[in-house]
T-cell receptor, first 111, second 116 residues
């Protein structure tokens, strides 16, 4: 299996702060990268994806990709208590349809 | 639109029994995935199908596990015989596979399996 490394946390940030979630991956052939959020006892749900180097913004979320460094991150601006969840990073390899998931980072936003 | 539907939501069984998990993908999606999630190992890909054909089953733990997809709207994951270490949440996911770069996986609600 491809290796996907995430800091397991827990990561605690105060409400309104920026949360920064990081992910490194081993497969240099990975072409696109997905971020999922998983609330306790629930299934993963898609936040956003990125496949070009640089930043991609979607509302309060910004994904950042650096393929040379094999690094992808997710920034959450103006963090809310409802953002408290586990965030999963999932690269997709070239020509592949499946996703390999990291173990996730648990985020807690403190009111 | 109905999402990915899994059944049962919870399954409790005794060691040695056969367990069958079921999944109905989103209509029109041509790829289906089975994942297992545990605290220790996170989300592990077990097997996935494209157009009902198994593409990669390298994640299936051992011969006790088998998966089928007889048609585009139904798949099963079977464990026979079950063991306590199989206890986990099993997720089914589907995607439309078009524009592979940006085709996300849509997950079902999962089946929580407990083997005693």
């Amino acid at each position: 299996q491809k290796e996907v490394e995430q800091n397991s946390g827990p990561l605690s940030v105060p409400e309104g702060a920026i949360a920064s979630l990081n992910c490194t991956y081993s497969d240099r052939g990975s072409q696109s990268f997905f971020w999922y959020r998983q609330y306790s006892g629930k299934s993963p749900e898609l936040i956003m994806f990125i496949y070009s180097n640089g930043d991609k913004e979607d509302g309060r979320f910004t994904a950042q990709l650096n393929k040379a460094s094999q690094y992808v991150s997710l920034l959450i601006r103006d963090s809310q208590p409802s953002d408290s969840a586990t965030y999963l990073c999932a690269p997709r390899g070239a020509g592949a349809n499946n996703l390999f998931f990291g173990t996730g980072t648990r985020l807690t936003v403190i009111p | 639109d109905a999402g990915v539907i899994q059944s049962p939501r919870h399954e409790v069984t005794e060691m040695g029994q056969e367990v069958t998990l079921r999944c109905k993908p989103i209509s029109g999606h041509n790829s289906l995935f089975w994942y297992r999630q545990t605290m220790m190992r996170g989300l592990e890909l077990l097997i996935y199908f494209n157009n009902n054909v198994p593409i990669d089953d390298s994640g299936m733990p051992e011969d006790r596990f088998s998966a089928k997809m007889p048609n585009a709207s139904f798949s099963t994951l079977k464990i026979q015989p079950s063991e306590p270490r199989d206890s986990a949440v099993y997720f089914c996911a589907s995607s439309d596979g078009q524009g592979v770069y940006n085709s996300p996986l849509h997950f079902g609600n999962g089946t929580r399996l407990t083997v005693t």
